[in-house]
Antibody, heavy 121, light 105 residues
Framework: EVQLVESGGVVVQRGGSLRLSCAAS????????MHWVRQVPGKGLEWVSF????????DYADSVKGRFTISRDNSEDSLNLQMNSLTPEDTAFYYC??????????????WGQGTLVTVSP | SYVLTQPPSVSVAPGKTARITCGGN??????VHWYQQKPGQAPVLVVN???DRPSGIPERFSGFTSRNSATLTISRVEAGDEADYYC????????FGGGTKLTVL
């Protein structure tokens, strides 16, 4: 069974930094692209970032480009999101999501339960 | 940037058929994926690649994509189908629709 467990969500002040992690299990981690998707409570889904299985390509939504950095450790089956220069607009649940293949043009096969990041003004 | 348009809400009586649309310019040239999100839960994939159903998803869920619109159809709607539904495609990057709240009357 695929399991994705996010951690690292806390309350942080505007301008601060935070690192989210996702521990993956139940599948061959280095065979799949991974994504972060966020959701402001009560609002819709917003894709944030993805990384291919071999870390060869990483991409970001315009709203986070230059501030967030995605990375993965295939030896540890883990996905990370380094978030800098946080603003209240970054307040959201952050989901770790498994793609359906190694490359891009994925659909999202499995989702973690999410971790809440709150940025205070 | 590419935009996907969904109706904010759809209501349907139990046992009837719900249709949730997702509009986008020439969406028929893209693969459309659909997700269900129940309150307090993470999204779940219900249809991928326009019309494929992942393992464990009831046959009551089906998808169809035409030139400028994709439709998620839920047949014989049950109370447990009440949820938010999102369509998703790739443009240069990932695009989600704004979501549709399905209410079962």
């Amino acid at each position: 069974e695929v399991q994705l467990v996010e951690s690292g969500g806390v309350v942080v002040q505007r301008g601060g930094s935070l690192r989210l992690s996702c521990a993956a299990s139940g599948f061959t981690f280095d065979d799949f692209s991974m994504h972060w998707v966020r959701q402001v409570p009560g609002k819709g889904l917003e894709w944030v970032s993805f990384i291919t299985c071999d870390s060869g390509r990483r991409d970001y939504a315009d709203s986070v480009k230059g501030r967030f950095t995605i990375s993965r450790d295939n030896s540890e089956d883990s996905l990370n999101l380094q978030m800098n220069s946080l603003t209240p607009e970054d307040t959201a649940f952050y989901y770790c999501v498994k793609g359906d293949s190694c490359g891009y043009y994925n659909y999202f096969e499995s989702w973690g339960q999410g971790t809440l990041v709150t940025v205070s003004p | 940037s590419y935009v996907l348009t969904q109706p904010p809400s759809v209501s349907v009586a139990p046992g009837k058929t719900a249709r949730i649309t997702c509009g986008g310019n020439n969406i028929g040239s893209r693969s459309v994926h659909w997700y269900q999100q129940k309150p307090g839960q993470a999204p779940v994939l219900v249809v991928n690649d326009d019309s494929d159903r992942p393992s464990g998803i009831p046959e009551r869920f089906s998808g169809f994509t035409s030139r400028n619109s994709a439709t998620l159809t839920i047949s014989r709607v049950e109370a447990g189908d009440e949820a938010d539904y999102y369509c998703q495609v790739w443009d240069s990057l990932v695009v989600f629709g704004g979501g549709t709240k399905l209410t079962v009357l």
